[in-house]
């Protein structure tokens, strides 16, 4: 029996409009209409349903939802599977860090200290000092290497506090831009890129538009960023080296450097 679009609203626990919108997208158009033309939903539209829930679960951007589910070697078990295997490494992720919050109230509630080793085990273990011998050996004659290891030198733990909220909030809204479907040669999000240039500036090398776009494309080339960038959310290394790249080009080459 096919459902209204009010029906299938409350069952998906989602509002009328986010319906009317992935309608409009071409994500999930109803397989029918009533005499008075209203949505109807059949099981397949429900199932299909399902999976665009998923998908946005897991930080797919929607025009990649519909893109995914609109190919015709699209496979439902494969995508269950792909989508399990995710789910699950996000909740064994969640679980580390709820024991890890467990372990710091317990210290706190005992006057005790959690080992120092174990209070960040929880957060990951992409750790940039892992890389810092390899980034000598290639960029170690470079200026923008020498000047970065002479600011660094200086900084204290505020300034690092400091220097990753800043680094995060700017992927963020890069991140909340690639989920909204906007361009990445958009205005936005090359005012953006060109935040991050200045970022890179204000806190470890000059950074002119050409090495800002060279960043991007390692960004994409190196797999071990793209993974860890790509935990902001899919595609997010991709978009970085596009909006780069784009802000380069809107900078000009003869531009001045960053910093």
């Known amino acids: 029996?096919?459902?209204?679009?009010?029906?299938?609203?409350?069952?998906?626990?989602?509002?009328?409009?986010?319906?009317?919108?992935?309608?409009?997208?071409?994500?999930?158009?109803?397989?029918?209409?009533?005499?008075?033309?209203?949505?109807?939903?059949?099981?397949?539209?429900?199932?299909?349903?399902?999976?665009?829930?998923?998908?946005?679960?897991?930080?797919?951007?929607?025009?990649?939802?519909?893109?995914?589910?609109g190919d015709p070697t699209f496979d439902l078990g494969t995508a269950l599977r792909m989508q399990r295997q995710l789910l699950t490494e996000r909740a064994a992720r969640l679980d580390a860090l709820v024991h890890a919050v467990d372990a710091a109230l317990d210290a706190l509630e005992k006057g005790t200290h959690v080992d120092k080793d174990a209070m960040f085990e929880a957060f990951g273990d992409f750790d940039p000092s892992k890389y810092e011998e390899e980034a000598k050996q290639r960029w170690g004659n470079t200026e923008a290497y020498k000047e970065s290891a002479r600011r660094t030198a200086r900084y204290k733990k505020e300034d690092w506090k400091r220097i990753k909220e800043e680094g995060d909030a700017l992927f963020q809204a890069l991140a909340d831009l690639l989920a909204a479907g906007t361009s990445a040669a958009s205005a936005a999000a090359m005012d953006l890129a060109e935040a991050h240039r200045q970022y890179l500036g204000k806190w470890f090398y000059a950074c002119p538009p050409a090495m800002h776009r060279g960043l991007g494309e390692m960004y994409v080339a190196d797999t071990r960023f793209t993974e860890n960038i790509d935990k902001v959310r899919p595609g997010l290394s991709l978009f970085l080296r596009d909006a780069f790249a784009a802000n380069a080009e809107r900078q000009g080459a003869a531009d001045a450097p960053c910093g």
Do not use: N
Request: with cysteine.
């Open 1 to 69: 029996m096919a459902l209204t679009v009010s029906q299938v609203a409350r069952l998906a626990k989602i509002s009328i409009r986010a319906l009317h919108h992935y309608d409009e997208l071409g994500l999930l158009c109803p397989s029918d209409r009533s005499e008075a033309g209203y949505r109807l939903y059949s099981q397949a539209d429900l199932q299909k349903l399902q999976q665009v829930l998923f998908f946005k679960e897991l930080g797919f951007p929607l025009e990649d939802i519909r893109r995914i589910l």
